[in-house]
């Protein structure tokens, strides 16, 4: 039998250089949900393989990597003719590191920590300047939410009135699905980690939510309560567009 080769991804790609796992897995995975190709190295010379077999849209570099530092590696990249986006990652904050970066071939600059909906709309935006962006339609059951028009359209192609912060939440749990998403996670991604919001909001709105969806057994999707954590919502008929 012959092995056929898999054709390759038409997702954004992208490459994390941060020598921190948490932080890095943490942010690959969170990417991978959005709808990115993502992969990821602990230093410049564990990513310099990466980056000889394949293009990336987008490259995420934390400046204080062990061996060559992210300003280092960035210059040369460039010198080898890498014309991937660059986002960098640093802990610090002051004028001269952000023109060191800059200057070094970066096109845009984020101090840790950082609130990942922030690190998310800066990703989409340098991944849409590099000619790519991840899916904006996604279909669940019998409806359409449309990221671009911000929009969640039924079957007859009538609209549902949500809100802004309803919206929000259900794109988060959309992009999130067959996850247990704890209802800190939900605030921090929805709400924003600066506003103090009771947790059990999260259950008032995810009530509302299936209301206004007109939510049964039947609607092919569903948002599941996770007792004592939160939430998790099923796609069973609908996927990405």
């Given at each position: 039998?012959?092995?056929?080769?898999?054709?390759?991804s038409?997702?954004?790609?992208i490459?994390?250089?941060?020598?921190?796992?948490?932080?890095?897995?943490?942010?690959?995975?969170?990417l991978?949900?959005?709808g990115?190709?993502?992969?990821?190295?602990p230093s410049?010379?564990?990513?310099?393989?990466?980056?000889?077999?394949?293009?990336?849209?987008?490259?995420?570099?934390d400046?204080?990597?062990?061996?060559?530092?992210?300003y280092?590696?960035?210059?040369?990249?460039?010198?080898?003719g890498?014309?991937?986006?660059?986002?960098?990652?640093t802990a610090?904050?002051?004028?001269d590191?952000?023109?060191r970066?800059?200057?070094?071939g970066?096109?845009?600059?984020?101090t840790?920590?950082?609130r990942?909906?922030?690190l998310?709309?800066?990703?989409?935006?340098?991944?849409?300047?590099?000619?790519?962006?991840?899916?904006?339609?996604?279909?669940?059951?019998?409806?359409?939410?449309?990221l671009?028009?911000r929009?969640v359209?039924?079957?007859?192609?009538?609209?549902?009135?949500l809100t802004?912060t309803?919206?929000?939440?259900?794109?988060?749990?959309?992009?999130?699905?067959d996850?247990?998403?704890p209802?800190?996670?939900?605030?921090d991604?929805?709400?924003?980690?600066?506003?103090?919001?009771?947790?059990?909001?999260?259950?008032?709105?995810?009530?509302?939510l299936?209301k206004k969806?007109?939510?049964t057994?039947?609607s092919?999707?569903?948002?599941?309560?996770?007792?004592?954590?939160g939430?998790?919502?099923?796609?069973?008929?609908?996927?990405?567009?």
């Amino acid at each position: 039998m012959t092995t056929q080769t898999p054709p390759p991804s038409t997702r954004p790609t992208i490459l994390i250089v941060e020598d921190d796992a948490n932080l890095r897995l943490g942010l690959r995975d969170n990417l991978r949900d959005e709808g990115y190709d993502v992969t990821d190295a602990p230093s410049a010379k564990e990513a310099a393989p990466h980056l000889e077999s394949r293009v990336f849209d987008l490259l995420i570099l934390d400046v204080m990597l062990p061996g060559e530092d992210g300003y280092s590696f960035c210059r040369r990249l460039r010198a080898e003719g890498v014309k991937s986006m660059v986002l960098m990652l640093t802990a610090r904050s002051l004028e001269d590191d952000l023109v060191r970066g800059f200057e070094a071939g970066a096109q845009d600059y984020l101090t840790k920590p950082y609130r990942l909906r922030e690190l998310l709309a800066r990703v989409q935006a340098l991944v849409r300047r590099a000619g790519t962006a991840p899916p904006q339609v996604v279909t669940f059951g019998t409806f359409t939410l449309d990221l671009g028009r911000r929009a969640v359209l039924r079957a007859d192609g009538g609209e549902v009135d949500l809100t802004r912060t309803e919206f929000d939440l259900l794109a988060f749990l959309l992009r999130h699905r067959d996850r247990a998403l704890p209802r800190g996670e939900i605030l921090d991604a929805v709400w924003g980690r600066d506003v103090v919001v009771d947790p059990r909001t999260v259950d008032n709105f995810v009530s509302n939510l299936k209301k206004k969806l007109g939510w049964t057994s039947t609607s092919g999707f569903t948002i599941h309560t996770l007792r004592g954590v939160g939430y998790r919502m099923e796609v069973t008929s609908g996927g990405p567009s």
